[in-house]
């Protein structure tokens, strides 16, 4: 059966990761701190919020606990976060985070046509010219 829905593993990566970031951003706990009360390595947790490394049930449960959140909540927000109820969609606020889960399921190939078409647009709609000059009078 074939789905219109684009996610693939690596984007559920990313979005599980960006969640865990900003739940252990929001409780002002480093990633030290989150990742030693877990039981894991920091560059580990680290990978896993950056969506490059899979994530055991284990784990989770560990980091939720770690982070004082009930893994429940982890998943409703990964389950908005991917469009389960369009309207409470919870995308990140962090620019870099959104660019990651909107291209997390494009082939390279793609990637680089959107990264030249952008590149194209930059260049043929530069940005207007101010009409005077900051910090001088106008000239007469």
Known sequence: MVFAYS???RTI???LGSILRSRREATRRTLSEVAAEAGLSPAHL???ERGRKEVSTERLLAVAHALGVR???IYADLARLLGADPDQRAWP???PVKLRLATASLPLEALRSVADFSAYLAMANPPPRPKERIGFAPRR
């Open 7 to 9: 996610e693939s593993a």
């Open 13 to 15: 990566r990313a979005a």
């Open 46 to 48: 680290s990978e896993v």
């Open 71 to 73: 893994p429940a909540e």
């Open 93 to 95: 606020e962090d620019p």
